[in-house]
């Protein structure tokens, strides 16, 4: 057995606060999605104006970016016609997600989760995921 | 053109916290989706110790509720062997819940969306279900 | 953040050799499979006669009573017609298995994960995944 | 009717132990899957360290490559854009994978399986696959 760091709701919600207020900042209501070291939700939210076809794009982005313990944009650098990883996209049945907006969440060099966010454009959503990141490292 | 009610985000906070107070109450951490008219999620939380299993089956049961307008246990009653609804639960990908858990949410009988819980019984879910539709009446 | 548990490849293994040594003594070659807390698979493997539609099962087993917390005999006892979880089955795409064979693995009642085989009777089956636990249960 | 060869629990073994030798001596946890001539999964394993977008990844590889009986790489080729295969890797609900990782077995120019690695470069993945494929010719 080992022992590892695990994501509680409140923690999440932490992110979340942050994550909002950023996306209010910049004008853009957002989708924002957190997930744990597992991929699995812990918290999602849609603000009043943000698509519903964000709604899974930013769980997914969460889900690709804690389980594959990278950011969705470092998938998307290897991804294209001719690179390494072009088609990883459609893996595991459409989830894998290769455009920016979302974030793994490291602990101490330790994985524990992803945030996923989805309805500005790419810079804008990993944006918002990283106002949710820095809220988290700063109460640790 | 028709004009229809829709509910913000803000109301599903209302919601989701009287849902969480009365899942503390009983003592059972729970996962609780609540979607809009659309059947779309808008707000979700993982208690954190609600089952994995009962992220998908919230969400699903909110889904059901919301989109068919009716509680996913009225379902349950007509869809035994012999019944009407018979093999109902496996339409829609297997998405259409139909135990104790998801209910509808009808501002002055109209269909607004589905609050959906599971993690307990189904019938503490439709519990804590319940007390998230109580919350949301009671500022109408 | 907590902190919790983790099962190693190598307390999969552990579990793994005694289940097998389990199908063997009992002379039915098994699908056998053992998942982490958050129903991801660690390790698999197929016995020579084991059953080809029994790989799914194996796996979906584990997954069911890690995530679900509970073994999958146990929902099998609720899910009968007009019982309380009728249907729950065919949630999360077919994968919620409720006919013995999946053993969610504690450790000083923490959940940390699932342990599922399939190809014998359903109660051959629990007999070999209950010997993967106890393997578990002797070293810690 | 006619005979064919068919790759057994301890032949994947035997493959799966190399596989593991290389990635440990290339210093990268990896999923690791080797399927029967039907693509089926026979062995698989998870190695601590290693990414869970990958657990699918590499059953899929494997999949790809025994019953495609190609390697994953040969596909990437000639999926580009204005190649004769692309698209060819959302075929399959999007279980064929067209980047390198999976290598099909082949026995006397008869095709028997194949092996999927997944969680490093996609370079280090074919590394880690083939020398699960040398160390199964050597026993021959």
Redesign the interface.
């Known amino acids: 057995?080992?022992?590892?760091?695990?994501?509680?709701?409140d923690?999440a919600r932490l992110m979340m606060a942050a994550a909002e207020k950023k996306a209010k900042e910049i004008g853009v209501d957002m989708d924002i999605a957190i997930v744990?070291?597992?991929?699995?939700?812990?918290?999602?939210?849609?603000?009043?104006n943000a698509r519903?076809t964000s709604?899974t794009i930013a769980i997914d982005k969460a889900f690709?970016a804690?389980?594959?313990?990278k950011s969705t944009r470092a998938y998307g650098e290897v991804s294209g016609?001719?690179q390494?990883?072009?088609?990883?996209n459609?893996?595991?049945?459409?989830r894998?997600m290769i455009f920016a907006g979302g974030l793994p969440i490291f602990?101490k060099d330790q994985p524990?989760g992803g945030i996923g966010c989805s309805s500005g454009s790419p810079d804008q959503d990993e944006l918002v995921a990283q106002a949710g990141l820095d809220a988290l490292q700063q109460v640790?």
Request: glycine share 14%; charged share 15%.
């Open positions: 057995m080992k022992t590892v760091a695990r994501l509680t709701l923690d744990d070291d597992g991929g699995h939700l812990l918290l999602f939210q849609r603000m009043d519903i709604i690709t804690a389980a594959a313990r016609p001719g390494p990883a072009f088609g990883i459609t893996s595991l049945g459409g894998f602990v524990v640790l």
